[in-house]
Every structure is written in C-alpha cells, then in structure tokens.
Nanobody
Framework: QVQLVESGGGFVQPGKSLRLSCAAS?????????MAWYRQAPGKQRELVAT???????VYADSVKGRFTISRDNTKNTVYLQMNSLKPEDTAVYYC?????????WGQGTQVTVAS
C-alpha cells in the first residue's frame, strides 16, 4: 500500500519561507512517476500547485510561479516544495500525489498558514 506523508508546514508571516517534504513508502518505481503538490484552502476546491516529471521538468501554477520550487530526490523517494515570499493567499493544506492524482494515495497533508 503506497503511503505519501507530507511534512514541513507551519505558521509563518508574509514574505517568509517554508520547505515541505513528501516521503513516499511502498511506492514501486517512484522515479518514473510524475509527482505534484496540490493545495486546498478553506471553502475552495483542491488545486494543482506544481508538478515534476520523471525527467525533472517542472510546471507551476501562475499563482506560485517564481516563488515556489518543486524538486525530487529519487534516492529517498521524496518530493519537496520550497516556498518563498509566502502570501496570505497561500494558506491551505498542502498535499502531494502523482500527476494525475491517484485517489487512494491522498495523505493527511500539511497545514500552511501565512498571516501577520
């Protein structure tokens, strides 16, 4: 059973940075799968934030372009999201999953709150 465990969230002031991690376990051939970060803000639908393919090509939502960086370490079966210049509108629960997402892979997510 694949498990994706997100960590690294927290409460930060606007303009600060956070680095999220997503550790995958029991995930065969992790290195060939496109992985992504998603987020869901209160009262809103879950949205795609960033994607990284097996060849390390990255794609970002317009709202985070230039501020967030997705990366992966296939030796550790881990995906990262470096978030800089955080804004209050980045407040959400952040999840990782494959791209497209697998319904049975969703984890608990990690809460990111950006406020003064």
């Amino acid at each position: 059973q694949v498990q994706l465990v997100e960590s690294g969230g927290g409460f930060v002031q606007p303009g600060k940075s956070l680095r999220l991690s997503c550790a995958a376990s029991s995930f065969r051939a992790f290195n060939i799968w496109p992985m992504a970060w998603y987020r869901q803000a209160p009262g809103k639908q879950r949205e795609l934030v960033a994607t990284i393919s097996s060849d390390y090509t990255t794609v970002y939502a317009d709202s985070v372009k230039g501020r967030f960086t997705i990366s992966r370490d296939n030796t550790k079966n881990t995906v990262y999201l470096q978030m800089n210049s955080l804004k209050p509108e980045d407040t959400a629960v952040y999840y990782c999953n494959t791209k497209p997402p697998a319904n049975n892979y969703w984890g608990q997510g990690t809460q990111v709150t950006v406020a003064s």
